[in-house]
């Protein structure tokens, strides 16, 4: 397997390629050491489509795309990965904020985030502000992502971050807001930490707190 | 004739001369906010006074009167008995009493060749029935679904049309038609494939979503007709897809259709209004060869680069930033407001809308403050 090759398979989004490539891999019997190098090209592969996004010659039709490619690769590895928990970079809770049924872009920061080793805890749409409550205090993340289109999602947001205020959990999390509506006036009157319009800009901003 | 007849008249002629790329004798102004918010705004509940339109009227009628428009501020309301007695799946209500629209899939890709071979028929057969989910019954019942629906659907929208009538005597405001298309390749991917599926697709069998994006073409002329040109009004496409995908699949799946859709529409003597969202700036160039006076409701991007390369020809509006009248104080608003006026003005032919329609209030009521300054000072200095 010529890992740097599959790597730019990957971030060509050559999904013919990188299926090829990876069921002849996963039927040569490796071992778990080579799948997670595999893994580990194929997540190389996952930075450079974020890199083109970045310089625009990738959009969020391709990122979508990419994130499908993903999940197609490791539906192939699943059966060579071996038994052994992946570390993960950090835990993330996401959802689309109350009053707001639109996930798209949610899905496709989730999957980047996931290629780039976190676990997500996905609530969904419409979610609550409760919800996010019961939830960090289950898991008890280092992030908590709250996702929007509609210009009503910002208020949502700010009751958001109200009541992770209320319930004592704020200085534990970073939150990130996202989604069409955001600026940088809206995140200091939501009371976020970083916002973003872009999911591999937000993916590198999540990094960069928990490294 | 009553003074608000008279306003009515020379609204009118704002419109009619800012449609055939006359410049008017001032800028004309549409509110941003809808009726949607003008109801939560007079505190009703959003969600009952959708279901019981009566409990909007009051709202309405204050709106009208106390924040200053050309236009009727009702918007796109989808009264959602008829989505209810559908089972709709493409148009639900949020938790917040909104209507929105969710993705959604119609159809599944190996389905292609017999969407193509009949569009019309594979979607009332096959696709309505899956995003309608009532209407996936024997045809008896299916018969009962729709004439239910369609007669909560009359009975909502002759009411709409009644209100707007009384505020519109009442308030001297016009209210241009509005026939509701969209690009074919935008189509295909909010109501038949989903933003998801459409771009794979566009990847794993391109030819089929070009042949998709043809055979749809002359269903969204269709839908863009209204009942003839005289009448004041346009054929409006919210346009979707096009920021989301590379310059080389515009330019192959998205274009050539969006294309001859206008060109028909305004050959057939339409006006066309495109909303256009989220950032368009790579495909000025492209936005250009439409057909001259076409009306172009921007979202996103340089206003100046925007006027510089359409304003001529075209007819350029929207850029306000709506979500300024929440953050930014009444100085920063009216700045903004000013600010564009001095960039569009000058080319003769802009109209004061909304970035976005404004569909809810705030907490702070920042909102509807700001909104008001902006409305009355656009009025007052909106001159060419």
């Known amino acids: ?211 | 004739m009553t003074d608000t007849a008279a306003l009515a008249k020379e609204r009118e002629q704002l419109f009619r001369d800012l449609f055939s790329g006359k410049t008017p004798k001032r800028v004309p102004v549409t509110n941003p906010a809808t009726l949607e918010f003008a109801i939560q705004y007079y505190g009703e509940d959003l969600a009952e006074a959708q279901w019981d339109l009566t409990k909007a009227e009051s709202a309405l009628d204050k709106f009208c009167h106390e924040f200053p428009t050309d236009t009727t501020p009702i918007g796109s309301i989808r009264p959602p008995a008829y989505y209810q007695l559908l089972g709709s799946k493409a148009i639900v209500m949020g938790s917040g009493g909104f209507m929105q629209h969710p993705e959604v899939m119609g159809m599944f890709p190996e389905e292609y060749d017999d969407f193509i071979a009949a569009p019309y028929d594979f979607i009332i057969e096959t696709i309505m029935p899956r995003l309608y989910t009532e209407l996936d019954t024997d045809p008896h019942k299916k018969a009962m679904v729709l004439a239910k629906a369609l007669q909560a659907h009359l009975d909502d929208y002759a009411f709409i049309g009644q209100m707007r009538a009384r505020v519109n005597a009442k308030y001297g405001l016009v209210s241009p038609a509005v026939a509701l298309t969209e690009a074919p390749f935008d189509f295909l991917a909010d109501f038949i494939r989903s933003f998801k599926g459409i771009s794979s697709d566009l990847r794993r069998i391109p030819d089929k979503v070009s042949a998709a994006c043809e055979a749809v073409l002359p269903l969204m002329f269709k839908k863009g007709k209204l009942p003839n040109t005289e009448m004041l009004g346009y054929s409006f496409l919210p346009l979707h897809m096009a920021p989301y995908i590379r310059n080389t699949d515009f330019e192959k799946f998205y274009w050539p259709t969006f294309k001859k859709l206008v060109e028909a529409l305004a050959e057939a003597g339409y006006n066309v209004q495109l909303f256009i969202e989220h950032d368009w700036m790579r495909y000025l160039d492209f936005l250009y060869e439409l057909p001259e006076n076409t009306i172009m409701r921007f979202e996103y991007g340089d206003p100046r680069v925007v006027a510089e390369k359409l304003g001529k020809k075209h007819i350029i509006s929207g850029f306000y930033p709506i979500t300024l009248l929440q953050t930014g104080t009444r100085e920063q608003c009216i700045e903004k407001a000013k600010e564009l006026l001095d960039i569009m003005a000058p080319y003769g032919k802009y109209w004061f809308q909304g970035d976005k329609s404004i569909i809810s209030t705030d907490k702070t009521g920042n909102t509807a403050k700001n909104l008001r300054a902006v409305l009355e000072y656009v009025m007052e200095n909106g001159t060419y």
């Open chain 1, 1 to 211: 397997m010529d890992l740097q090759l599959l790597t730019k398979a990957v971030g060509d989004l050559d999904e013919p390629k990188v299926l090829g490539m990876l069921k002849e891999f996963a039927a040569s019997n490796p071992t778990a050491e080579e799948t997670a190098a595999v893994v580990s090209a194929c997540q190389k592969g996952m930075t450079i489509v974020g890199d083109l996004f970045d310089a625009k010659e990738y959009f969020v039709g391709d990122l979508i795309f990419a994130g499908e490619l993903l999940s197609s690769a490791i539906a192939i590895l699943k059966p060579v990965m071996g038994g052994e928990e992946t570390v993960n970079t950090g835990k993330i809770i996401l959802a689309t904020v109350e009053g707001d049924l639109h996930d798209i872009g949610k899905n496709i920061f989730k999957s980047m985030s996931e290629a780039a080793g976190f676990a997500v805890y996905d609530l969904g749409i419409d979610t609550p502000p409760n919800a996010f409550v019961e939830k960090i205090k289950e898991v008890q993340p280092q992030i908590v992502g709250l996702s929007g289109v509609l210009t009503l999602a910002l208020d949502s947001m700010k009751n958001t971050v109200q009541a992770i205020n209320d319930a004592g959990l704020r200085n534990g999390v970073k939150i990130i807001i996202g989604g069409n509506p955001v600026t940088e006036e809206a995140c200091k009157m939501i009371g976020a930490d970083a916002y973003t319009t872009n999911a591999a800009e937000g993916v590198k901003i999540c990094q960069g707190w928990v490294s």
